[in-house]
């Protein structure tokens, strides 16, 4: 994917029906534009270091809980990238989060690599995911698969789009309507057992519906956004994993519970994009 071409697509205008320049788009929203130029450069540094990735140096943030000079040099770039455009703005980072103290009225929510596990054992479903956040409502959403080149991108009120080869693709959810027919992502982390999610796969096997976790919850709502899998479940989030992928869901037509929960952006929460038809069947199984 060549950077340039985030500035000669086109874009349709639902409101009066014809194509606008890139040009307009920046003047509508230049964090828009800006995020998804900053997630391709971002991660193109993330594939290098992917490529290099058993000469990093690996520290252990918990149980199964990684971290590498990769993370944090990506995220230093996003974080530079966005304090030179948008300097008042906030910026709460993965690998900086415990350090953050600004406002939440107008922040950048950045993971800037999601699926480090699979980052580092060369497994290609990793991602950088940047959300920006005003008065507590995600209005951009901007998720890059650099191993696949392709970059998922979302506006409130303007649709999600898949840009890939050139090409510009709007995003629908599935139609899957039952969990018997369903292709559902259940997500957890392998820091301590979580029996309400064994509870939730038993409900799910009952069911009928096949289920994965592909490990980086960020890239799964964007596959679920673009019609791959029907849901994705997740019971505690952090905001840098969720924001961004859940706007392309709600974007999509699809069906995404709030997030964040009451606790505010810095606590994980509960996390669910579906096909608007598993909605009923999918919501009393997370909020239980």
């Not at 409130?156 to 309507?177: F, I, M, N, P, Y």
């Not at 709502?221 to 019609?227: Q, Y």
Request: hydrophobic letters at 40%; aromatic letters at 8%; proline letters at 4%.
């Amino acid at each position: 994917m060549r950077v340039k071409h985030r500035w000669s697509c086109v874009i349709l205008n639902k409101t009066k029906g014809r194509a606008l320049s890139i040009t307009a788009r920046y003047v509508a929203a230049p964090r828009y534009v800006a995020a998804q130029q900053i997630a391709i450069k971002a991660g193109r540094l993330a594939h290098d270091f992917f490529v290099q990735r058993n000469t990093l140096a690996v520290e252990a943030k918990g149980r199964q809980n990684f971290v590498t000079q990769a993370d944090r040099a990506v995220e230093q770039l996003i974080r530079g990238e966005i304090e030179r455009e948008f300097r008042e703005d906030g910026f709460l980072g993965e690998e900086t989060a415990s350090a953050f103290s600004g406002s939440e009225d107008r922040v950048w929510v950045v993971d800037p690599i999601d699926g480090t596990h699979n980052f580092l054992r060369g497994v290609r479903y990793y991602c950088v995911s940047i959300a920006y956040v005003e008065r507590g409502r995600c209005e951009i959403g901007v998720i890059f698969d650099p191993e696949h080149d392709e970059l998922f991108h979302g506006r409130r009120g303007h649709g999600s789009w898949c840009d890939h080869d050139e090409l510009e693709q709007r995003l629908r959810v599935s139609d899957c309507a039952s969990l018997g027919s369903a292709f559902v992502c259940l997500g957890h982390h392998d820091r301590h057992p979580e029996p309400r999610y064994i509870e939730i796969r038993r409900a799910l096997m009952d069911k009928g519906a096949a289920m994965r976790n592909m490990g980086a919850g960020a890239l799964q709502l964007a596959h679920v956004a673009a019609d791959r899998y029907d849901a994705f479940i997740e019971l505690s989030l952090n905001a840098w994993d969720a924001l961004a992928g859940l706007l392309l869901v709600e974007e999509a037509g699809g069906y995404a519970a709030p997030f964040p929960g009451p606790q505010g952006l810095r606590k994980p929460a509960p996390a669910l994009g579906c096909a608007k038809g598993l909605a009923r069947e999918l919501v009393p199984l997370v909020a239980a």
